[in-house]
């Protein structure tokens, strides 16, 4: 009786998170098409899919570029969430709000929104970009056109950093004055201070969010969709878009489940390593 | 002493600059959709409007173009979030009251859920969908949405109902309180921050998300703002640059007034790590 009340909860979530993924396993082995005769009287045929996802150059172009996408997105986030949160404490707190509220503004913006306002950054010769290399007077760039990858994960980056921000700033509150002190007094630089005191210190958080900002990553479809749609060409489709692409535009239902399922795959790891920190973290903190 | 007050000047005029610079940075993709808004004749450049006007709000505040849109997406977000918020009382309930025999596991398997990239699922949803009949409803992305965000909703909440001592609790059931009229009288009063904090960001979430209504409806009568901002923007993105920046910057609003409204207690709350907030 007492664990009635966990059923509604568990229901839809065995519903909408366990029956797709072993519906995508299996849809994965079928030839199911969006519509027409297949889309009927789809047929099992194994492994076919992954035969051919694996065989195609395209997938292993995705699969790079999902690499360099979340690999870079994640580090840059980090990276510049981390400066941001660690400049924060010394500035003017003034400043310190104005910052902080334009970063965060970047980052609860909708996504099909924070696409769009890119792409009318980056996008022709009158764009804001150009308008601000006119003032410096750099040369017009197409970034969205001649450096697809690049602009997304920029976007991204742009985007994600105020999640790290937070995050760092909470961890830097806990970092005591007292150590940051004995380390000043011992001599050691800002640059010592940071690499030997603080990030150690926090080591624990860098590794949680560091996971976290990686499962975040790893499924952005909409600002790549809405500012180069993968494209030129193929030269920013991700794993995501190429799912999609498969699935609708060509209307491979099984082949675009056997991506679903690759993609699946990548979370998976991710989300047990992120389980596996967040244990520790519980045991530490009692 | 002085050498170390100057230093501090120092480190702070530089921590000055370099967030001018960073906020500078962040602000300038934004700053187009504010001018071009309220500018009739905008194009893509960055300029002030020569007139400045509500023209483009009121070409754009028709049933077809942004109030059935608008309307469609406080559907999904408020319906999305009063489910979550319900069942996710229901669920935080015995896990944060009760030794249950498989409790930690089972918190294990939803914070292990909740990190999982939706993306990923939305084909055999799709086909899903299309089986039971859920396609193309604004009934199916709620129901869905609403599997999608209770993981994290459940953890957040048992993390808030741990936080209420239960001797209260226990006082009122000595003085002949039902388990039913505890939780109903005594919890979810004291709960109200935290479940004021679960709706809002599952509203936040739901209201900004574009996936997963992209996926799941076809009639243009059932797009929320985020797939008829890319409609619209597909369609006339070329010609009226005013419009779509109207369009968008009343889409984004809400979520900003929202967000900052409850900013002092979900960095107390929500963001402090192990606290998993979704990006």
Known sequence: ??????????????????????????????????????????????????????????????????????????????????????????????????????????????????????????????????????????????????????AVIVINIWRGCAFSMLVYSAALQDVSSEVLEAAEIDGAGRMQSIFGVILPIIRPVIAINVVLTTLNTLGVFGIIWITTAGGPGTRSETLPLLMYNQAYDFGLIGYGSSIAVLLLGFGVIASLIYVRLFKVGEARNG | MANLAKAKTRDRLAADIALTFVAIAFVVPMVWMVLAAFDAEATLAIQLPAHWSLTNFGAILTEDVAIRPFMNSVIISAGTSCLVVILALFAGYPLSRYRLRYGKQ???????????????????????????????????????????????????????????????????????????????????PLLAPGIATIFILS?????????????????????????????????????????????????????????????????????????????
């Not at chain 2, 089972?106 to 699922?121: E, G, M």
Request: aromatic share 16%; hydrophobic share 55%.
């Open chain 1, 1 to 150: 009786m007492r664990i009635v009340p966990l059923a509604p909860a568990t229901l839809m979530i065995v519903a909408f998170f366990l029956v797709p993924i072993i519906w995508a396993i299996y849809t994965s082995m079928t030839n199911l098409g969006l519509s027409g005769y297949a889309a009927r009287n789809p047929a099992f045929i194994g492994f076919e899919n992954y035969y051919y996802l694996f065989t195609d150059p395209r997938t292993w172009a995705a699969l790079g570029r999902t690499a360099v996408f979340v690999g870079l997105s994640v580090a840059g986030q980090n990276i510049v969430g981390f400066c941001i949160a660690y400049v924060r404490q010394m500035a003017t707190p003034a400043i310190q709000s104005l910052a902080s509220v334009i970063v965060i503004t970047a980052w609860v913006v909708p996504e099909v929104v924070a696409g769009f306002l890119w792409y009318t950054f980056l996008r022709g010769d009158e764009s804001g970009m150009n308008q601000i290399f006119d003032i410096f007077g750099f040369a017009h760039q197409q970034w969205l056109l001649t450096a697809p990858l690049a």
């Open chain 2, 106 to 188: 089972y918190i294990y398997t939803i914070v292990f859920a909740s990190a999982l990239p939706i993306t990923a699922i939305m084909v055999p949803i799709y086909v899903m969908f299309v089986h039971i009949g859920l396609v193309d409803t604004l009934a199916g992305v709620i129901v869905f949405r609403t599997a999608a965000e209770l993981p994290f909703a459940v953890w957040l909440m048992k993390g808030f109902m741990d936080a209420i001592p239960t001797d209260l609790e226990e006082a009122a059931w000595t003085e002949g309180a039902s388990r039913m009229e505890g939780v109903a009288y005594i919890v979810v």
């Open chain 2, 203 to 279: 509203f936040i979430e739901n209201w900004g998300n574009f996936f997963v209504p992209f996926i799941l409806l076809q009639s243009r009568d059932n797009y929320p703002m985020a797939v008829s901002l890319y409609s619209f923007f597909g369609e006339y993105g070329e010609a009226m640059y005013g419009q779509l920046a109207a369009f968008a910057l009343l889409y984004t609003a809400p979520t900003l007034l929202v967000y900052f409204l409850i900013q002092k207690p979900l960095q107390k709350g929500g963001l402090r790590l192990g606290g998993a907030v979704k990006a």
